[in-house]
């Protein structure tokens, strides 16, 4: 502007010297106005009118899992909010290290977000080296949602509570096994967790998903699984597996009966899974705080009510900052557990 009006000015003057006052008020102001506008369109945020185009967030496990459930959930609603289509690209690999990458390397623009999990936190004590860093190279969105595991065994087990669970151990050490699908999965490490605070030997044994290893427990090959709501649910219903405890801090409101492991005799025990949003770093601050709240506004749908329910969800939606210390707790915690048990990665 400190360019363009005296230009405007002096045209003016040439023009009719007297008449400077009529022509500033007339077609002059309407160039002036002009060139606020064009000035505002050449200086203004890079964020101003965000979003205008199609939103991309990054799962990193393959479709039809629990994350990916949640994220397409959250995409729907967010759509609704801001305007623009939202859609889930998976890219699983590497234990979530290759989905979270390519965000980590994306446009800090907005419109390339991944949904991080459990995963993120523990991801840097397994790996000796990540291709990018967990604490710089994103930006935080919103804690959306955390979750937790069901204890459940053989409906023909003897072990019908979590004291149970422990005498057999202690009766029988290395005699029972408990179902994983992962190393440094939510299943894995809750096992571990529960060794290491109940002071018990459970025997890992490894599948490649949840659906094999729960197989195997139906049929008695292994006495105890940590798993999933999503995954045992339907066959706790059905009586097939016996659901004994949950192993969040609270009880939950879709498992009333059932206590948590810390009431149940490990006290201070807890173990969650979490689905948090982030962008890449240097994200502009304005644009993070629109995803958050269109995120919490998201978690409040009914869609998200529902998903709860089916998934054994706790709803969320903290802001940035909250899920920058959740995530600082999570990573300290399950690193301890890591290095206690010796865990690496396969």
């Not at 007339?26 to 002009?34: D, H, M, N, P, T």
């Not at 199609?54 to 959250?74: E, N, Q, S, W, Y």
């Not at 999965?185 to 809750?190: F, P």
Request: with cysteine; glycine share 8%; net charge neutral.
């Amino acid at each position: 502007m400190t360019i363009i009006l005296p230009c405007i000015a002096r045209q003016c003057m040439k023009e009719s010297p007297q008449a400077t006052g009529l022509c500033m008020s007339s077609r002059i102001f309407k160039s002036v106005l002009f060139a606020l506008a064009a000035c505002a369109l050449l200086n203004g945020p890079a964020s101003a009118g965000y979003p205008d185009r199609l939103i991309k967030i990054v799962v990193p496990f393959a479709p039809g899992g629990g994350t990916d459930v949640v994220a397409r959930t959250l995409a729907q609603e967010m759509a609704r909010d801001l305007g623009v289509s939202v859609i889930i690209e998976n890219r699983p690999g590497a234990g979530t290290i290759i989905g979270t990458q390519s965000v980590a390397t994306s446009a800090p623009d907005g419109y390339t977000l991944l949904m991080g999990t459990f995963a993120n936190a523990v991801n840097p004590s397994l790996q000796a080296k990540l291709p990018y860093d967990a604490h710089h190279d994103f930006a935080a969105v919103a804690l959306v949602a955390r979750s937790f595991n069901i204890v459940v065994v053989n409906p023909a087990s003897p072990i019908k509570t979590i004291a149970d669970l422990i005498a057999a151990a202690k009766a029988e050490p290395d005699k029972l096994s408990y179902g994983t699908y992962g190393t440094g999965t939510s299943a894995h490490l809750a096992g571990e967790l529960f060794k290491h605070m109940a002071k018990v030997n459970l025997t890992t044994v490894p599948y490649k998903g949840a659906a094999p290893a729960i197989t195997d427990l139906i049929g008695g090959q292994i006495q105890v699984m940590f798993t999933t709501v999503a995954s045992a649910a339907s066959l706790v219903e059905a009586g097939q597996l016996r659901a004994i405890a949950v192993t969040s801090a609270e009880r939950s409101p879709a498992f009333p009966q059932l206590p948590t492991v810390s009431e149940a005799g490990v006290p201070g025990y807890a173990a969650e899974a979490w689905y948090g949003l982030y962008a890449p770093a240097k994200t502009p601050p304005e644009i993070i705080d629109r995803l958050n709240k269109s995120a919490a506004k998201a978690v409040q749908s009914e869609a998200f009510k529902k998903l709860g329910v089916n998934e054994g969800l706790v709803m969320v939606a903290q802001p940035p900052d909250a899920l920058d210390r959740y995530f600082d707790g999570e990573e300290a915690r399950w690193r301890k557990v890591i290095q206690d048990a010796g865990i690496k990665s396969e």
